[in-house]
């Protein structure tokens, strides 16, 4: 089992700046990308940013390219997401999560199935 636990939430003016962090724990050697994802209150929850946590490679959503950038340090097990020039469409509830095998370019955000509880991010105009 993968046991993923995110901090760094909270509430930001708009044009501000939050770091999330994801710490990982369990088998975590078993897990070939790590991603976040958000969701909106009365909206589907949407992928945000992915890395391949072998090459660390990285994939973004358009809504968040040029703003967020998700890195993670394999020494702490630990994945993180820089989020600058945040916007009031951005408040939402952001969650970790991690899936094991091959992505098709096709599919990014499909197939994660570990996932932490999620940190809450705001941000007012």
């Known amino acids: 089992q993968v046991q993923l636990v995110e901090s760094g939430g909270g509430s930001v003016q708009a044009g501000g700046s939050l770091r999330l962090s994801c710490a990982a724990s369990?088998?975590?050697?078993?897990?070939?990308?790590m991603g976040w994802f958000r969701q909106a209150p009365g909206k589907e929850r949407e992928g945000v940013a992915h890395i391949y946590t072998s090459g660390g490679s990285t994939y973004y959503a358009d809504s968040v390219k040029g703003r967020f950038t998700i890195s993670q340090d394999n020494a702490k097990n630990t994945l993180y997401l820089q989020m600058n020039s945040l916007k009031p469409e951005d408040t939402a509830m952001y969650y970790c999560?991690?899936?094991?095998?091959?992505?098709?370019?096709?599919?990014?955000?499909?197939?994660?199935?570990?996932w932490g509880q999620g940190t809450q991010v705001t941000v007012s105009s």
């Open positions: 999560a991690g899936r094991k095998g091959v992505l098709w370019s096709s599919r990014p955000w499909a197939g994660f199935g570990y």
């Open positions: 369990g088998y975590t050697s078993t897990i070939n990308y």
